[in-house]
Structures are given as C-alpha cells and as structure tokens.
C-alpha cells in the first residue's frame, strides 16, 4: 500500500487500466520536488511565495556566485515546501555554452531506507 | 449525489482550499493532496481560485443589486433613478462682484450679455467665472454705469448639440462631461437647422403640473457619473421630433478649487468697452464635487418616502432644499405658531448662500413651487430669516505653571475654541447652545485650562430710519430674566435688557433697558447718574422673549444698528421658527491665572 500518490503531470491514462496514471511514493515525491524547483515565485494562484528563484539566475552571467546561488535557493525550497523529504546533497554543474544548468540532488524520503537521486536539466529558452 | 463535507461556503481562498483538502480525507487514490508541490495540490488551488472568483462575482452582483449595499457609482445611480431621485451634480463656486463701466461716450444703456467671462488665479490655477444671465446697466447720476451684487459662477461654458433620429428608438442625449453642474443646464430646442426661432425649455424634476404641450426637459443621471437629457412623449411633455436639434449649455464646474477667489479680471470687453472695474462683494464660495455615494444612499429613500408630495416639516426641507440648491439652511413651521398667528399657512424660512436675505422673486419662485405639491387649502409662505446673536462672556483659569503660553495665547485658543463649538452647534435654524458643554470645549481647549465660567447676552439688531418713527418687535425666543430695582437702582447697576447708544430727542448717549414691570424705557447715562429720559417706549415680555418698541424715532445712532442685549433665564439657549441663532465673533474674554 503506497503511502504518497498523485497523479501524472502529462496527465497520461494508465496502459492497461486505462484509468488516469498515478505516481506512488518515491515517484510522487520526485514529481513534487521537480515542480517546486521548476515553479517561479508568484506563478501559484494565491500563493506567491511558492516556488523557487532558479529560473531568475539562469538570465545572469554564470560565475562562481551562480552555482552557491542556485544550490541555496533549491535549499529553500526543501525547507519550506517538502517536509517529506531531507536534503543530502546538491550539485550544480553550469553549462553556460548551453545557457543551461545540471542539477543533480540527492535527498532521504521520511520512511524509505535508501537514498534519492533526481537529476533536472533547466536551460533559458529563446 | 451531493457531499455534505464539501463546503463552498467560505469566501476566502485559503477557507475554500482547505475545505476541499477536507474533502480528499475521504478518499486515497490520490494522498498528496496537503503536499505543496504534488500536481493534485495545484489543481485544488486551481479549484479554489475559481471557486473564489464566482463566489466573489456573486457576492458582488448581491451587493450591487441593492442600494445599501452597492459600491460601485454606477449602480448606486441606477438605483437611485428608479427612486426618481436626481443625485447633485458638481456646483460652481459663485461670488458676488460690483461692476463699474467706464466709456469713452455716453450711451443710454450698456448690454452686459450672458456668459460675459471673468477669470481669476487660484494656487497659479486659472479659472473662468461667467454670469448666468444677461442686464443692461443704465447710467446713474453721477454719470457712472454701475452693476451691484452680480453674481458670477465659475465653470467653461460648453454647448452641446444633438440631432433628434427618430428611427433610431434608443437615441439618448448623454452630456458628455461629468463636471457638469447641472443647475447651469440651459437646453433649447431648434425646430431644424433652418429655423432661427430656438426656444428655451425648463427643467422640471417631476410631471406635475405639465402636460403635452409643456415645454419641458428632465434631467437624468447616466453612467460613468454623466447626465443626460430626456423630453417628453407627447402627454407628459412636449416630444421632441424628428429633425430637431437639441442645444445643451451648461457650466463644466471645478467644484471648491475656486472657493475664496477675490480677484476678477473680464476677459475681452463688454459692448465694445473694456475700462471696467470689478469690485467683488463676495469671495467665491459654494463650489462643490458631486454627491457622494453615502448621500444617494441616504436622500434616495427619503425622496421616494415623499413622493414628491410636501405634507410634513421633512417634505418640505427636502424638495425645496433638493430644488433650490442656493439654499444655506431653511426651517419650516405652521403659521399657528408665528406671531401674530397665520393660520392656514406653512411658513418657510430659508437662508441663502452668500446673500444678506431672499429677493422677493426668489420668495415668488419658492412659494410657488411649494404650493404645486402642498395639500389644498395650505399657502406656503416665504419669510425672512431673522438673526439672533449670541454675545459669549468667559472667565478662564489657567496654571501657568504647566504651560509655556501667555495669557494673550490662551486667550486665542479659548476663541478658537468657542468659534470651533459655535459653529458645530448653531449658526442655523432650530438650534441649540448649551453652557455646559460650551464650558467643556473651552476646558478642554488646552492642558494648562483649570475651569470656566460662561455667560451668555443675547443681541438683536435693529435698523431703524433716522427721524422716522418706527415700531419694531424683537423677538428672542428664549424666556429673558427679570429684575424689579429696588429704589430704581439695579444689582449690578445694569438692567438685564440694554442697548447700544443713540441720539432721542436731540439727547446724546441714549439707551433702552426694562424696568422690571414689563416696561421698555429710554435712559441716558449722565454725570449725575442714570436718568429716564421716557417711561414707556415698549414693552417686554419675559416668558416669551419679545420686546416690543413702539413709535421709535432717532436721528443718530452709532454703529450700523443699534445693538439691543437680553439676559436669558436658560443656560441653554434655543432658537425656533425662522431665527437663526449666530455667534457674535467678539467673545469676552478675561483671563485669569492660578497656579496650582
């Protein structure tokens, strides 16, 4: 029995079932975490200070600061927003060739023994 | 079916949200529901907010649909049309100004047309004032051409013309500026573009007394705080017809921005003359923004509870007030109550703005609209106002000790303390001056106030023609103390009714006071004492308050009238009818101090 479910962002139908397709734990908190991080602040009807900065940094010149940056804004997120998770690791590789950055976070879901691994890509487009 | 844990009732998004969280307790397809960042908590926000926006919608069309609680102008107005009830437009600043033409020939007459523009300066702002009618002036003896007491309204004058469509069922004749002052609207009606015969119609606020020949128009308001002009259908007033052109005139008013403008310069000429000196009588005042939306809401109702009907006191105050908006304030009584008594009758007081009195067309116009919605047999009757002064006299201890001000210093703030409550208090009809509380205003003018004492004397004027014997009755309204002197000596050496002094009998330093046995005399104030110079001129009535003064004749009297004092038994003084109770602005003051 899962503890976490939610359904699919593509909203996709379950092959079989055909019923609409569900994330269940360990997924369903990715799929949470992946939201928040890619969700800018004010974006959420009614509650401006969901979200998190990222995409505003990926519109300055990339230096040293952007990487700390970046990794302290996804902290805040954690923190704030996902009390089912607990942050192990963050790494943030700039690509600014690509105007884009990989980032690579490890964390410790509350009743789930081993550890996750979600790797985002978010690049500036246009 | 329906789901009883699934309130929709709340109206805060946060509520909402949360009793649709309530809601997924119920089932575990779908658990992150209380997770921020899980796509079904983003689809319960989007849920909530819509949620929100038709509860808001709602509430807001609820509101909006009556007139307590409607916020928006729009509907307010709507409302209050339905009511028949026509909400005040902005009002011109007006001022009073004396006119002196000086030509270069002599002609009989000098024209001075309508809309003959002024303007004045306020704050580096430019203004346009302009009369609202047309005179001629005539050349007086002197050889002057002079104007007095010409009232100018402040506002451009704009024309607006509309061509009667009878094809098209909808047309409305909207004006297109809000700033209109609607009492300015002068609308004329042109049977085609060829015809030169433009006659004015009137205003009317109601159909009584019209029908389908009358030429009449009605103003109503419009949306986006505009007005429009509508006619008649042929049984309640003339009907416009097809072809006709419509010309609106009328003031686009600043409102009080222009208020205190003393200063007037004309623009262009008159007749060709341009040596004319503006002399103002009055600085402009009276300019107002349009009525508020609290007003509506509360004179809509009272307007329908009258019916266009004047049966009670309150009918009357408001159509007339409502009609004549020069009016300051105004009273209404029965004519059982005047003295003598005028039965029969309903007598109307009004005090205009700016204006020493009521011209005797204004009484006209009054009593004329009154008795058009006045119960058959009933005669309304327009009477002057009359004043009755208020003399403050105030003894104020103050601890210096606990103040940095001198006496001359508090003695200021004590007046501006006692204007401050006169104002707020009288200084109208059917009014009220308490002692007490007069005494707690000045008490609490400043810290350093330990006490007062206040005392009042009430004063009336009177203007009498120099060697002319007059009679006069003053009445005061307010029962007046009595004194019997004992071997003709008073108390404190003055009788409780005196008078400025004036000339009798060829005698200087004359003066009326009361013997205490109802009886008005003359008396002069020699070296040798107090000497009654006539046993009887009149007569007083304590309980009433009315002195009456018979067959009184001076040849000089000091000042611009001579001023009669009363010594009022109440400390609280009131004023009925048509007296007007008002502060005379030269309190006495005496200042003590006491440290403490």
């Known amino acids: 029995m899962s503890v976490f479910s939610d359904f699919n962002t593509s909203f996709a139908n379950h092959p079989v079932k055909k019923d609409l397709s569900v994330k269940t734990d360990a997924n369903a908190v990715k799929q949470s975490i992946r939201n928040l991080i890619l969700t800018d602040r004010g974006e959420r009807l009614m509650q401006p200070s969901v979200g998190s900065k990222i995409r505003s940094i990926l519109f300055e010149n990339f230096t040293p600061q952007t990487a700390l940056l970046a990794k302290q804004y996804i902290k805040e997120t954690f923190d704030n927003f996902e009390p089912r998770a607990e942050l192990i690791n963050i790494d943030v590789s700039p690509d600014p060739d690509n105007n884009s950055m990989l980032i690579g976070i490890e964390f410790a879901i509350i009743n789930i023994e081993e550890p996750q691994t979600l790797n985002l890509q978010i690049e500036r487009i246009g | ?243 006709n052109i419509i010309q609106a005139t009328y003031r686009k008013s600043s409102g009080s921005a222009p208020d205190s403008a003393n200063t007037f310069t004309l623009v262009g000429d008159i007749q060709g003359y341009s040596n004319v000196v503006i002399t103002p009588f009055s600085k402009a005042s009276g300019g107002s923004l349009p009525e508020s939306d609290e007003s509506i809401r509360k004179n809509a109702s009272r307007s329908l509870t009258i019916q266009d009907r004047t049966v009670t006191v309150g009918d009357y105050k408001t159509l007339i007030k409502q009609n004549f908006t020069d009016i300051e304030a105004i009273n209404v009584y029965g004519g059982e109550q005047s003295i003598p008594p005028q039965f029969g009758k309903v007598i109307i007081t009004v005090d205009l703005k ?145 008078s400025s002094t004036f000339t009798f009998d060829g005698l200087t330093g004359c003066s009326f006071r009361d013997n205490g046995l109802g009886v008005l005399q003359i008396v002069q104030d020699t070296t040798s004492g107090i000497e009654v110079i006539e046993t009887k001129v009149g007569t007083v009535d304590y309980e009433l308050g009315l002195v009456n003064i018979n067959s009184f004749k001076t040849s000089l009297y000091t000042g611009s009238s001579i001023r009669v004092f009363a010594t009022p038994v109440s400390r609280t003084i009131s004023s009925s009818k048509n007296i007007i109770l008002a502060y005379n602005t030269q309190p006495s003051i005496k200042i003590v101090q006491e440290r403490s």
């Not at chain 2, 030509?103 to 003959?116: E, G, L, M, R, S």
């Not at chain 2, 306020?122 to 004032?129: N, P, Q, W």
């Open chain 2, 1 to 243: 079916m329906a789901n009883s844990a699934l309130s929709v009732a709340n109206l805060n998004f946060n509520d909402i949200k949360s009793s649709l969280q309530e809601y997924m307790q119920t089932q575990s397809s779908l658990k992150d529901y209380d997770f921020t960042g899980s796509n079904i908590n983003v689809l319960l926000d989007v849920l909530s907010y819509n949620t929100y926006m038709q509860n808001f919608y709602l509430n807001m069309v609820a509101n909006e649909s009556f007139l307590n609680s409607a916020v928006l102008r729009d509907s307010i107005i709507s409302h209050a049309k339905t009511l028949n009830y026509l909400p005040q437009s902005r009002s011109s600043s007006t001022a009073r100004v004396k006119l002196k033409i000086t030509p270069n020939d002599t002609p009989a007459q000098i024209t001075v047309p309508k809309y003959t523009s002024f303007t004045t300066t306020i704050e580096s702002k430019s203004y346009t004032f302009s009369t609202d009618e047309g005179f001629t002036i005539s050349s007086d003896a002197s050889g002057n051409y002079e104007a007095n007491n010409i009232s100018i309204f402040e506002g451009e004058v704009i024309t607006e013309l509309f061509t009667v469509n009878s094809a098209n069922t909808d047309q409305r004749f909207v004006l297109n500026n809000p700033e209109i002052d609607t009492d300015s609207l002068v609308v004329k009606v042109i049977a085609s573009a060829a015809d030169t015969a433009n006659a004015e119609w009137t205003k009317n606020l109601s159909t009584i007394g019209i029908d389908g020949n009358s030429n009449t128009f009605f103003v109503a308001p419009a949306e986006s705080g505009k007005y429009e002009v509508q006619f008649g259908d042929g049984i309640l007033g003339r009907k416009v017809e097809n072809n």
């Open chain 2, 354 to 498: 700016n204006a020493q009195g009521i011209p005797l067309s204004r009484k006209r116009d009054i009593e004329a609209f009154a008795k058009l919605r006045a119960p058959l047999s009933i005669t309304p009757l327009v009477v002057d106002p009359e004043f009755l002064y208020v003399d403050i006299n105030s003894i104020v201890r103050y601890n210096p000790n606990v103040t940095t001000k001198s006496d001359n210093e508090i003695k200021t703030i004590v007046g501006d303390s006692i204007k401050a409550h006169t104002d707020a208090n009288i200084n109208d009809f059917d009014t009220k001056l308490r002692m007490s509380k007069l005494a707690a205003s000045i008490d609490a003018s400043d810290p350093s106030v330990l006490n007062s004492d206040v005392t009042a004397t009430l004063e009336k004027r009177i203007v009498p023609e120099l060697n002319k014997s007059q009679t006069f009755l003053l009445q005061y309204d307010n029962e007046l103390y009595r004194e019997i002197p004992l071997a003709g000596v008073f108390v404190d050496g003055t009788a409780p009714i005196t």
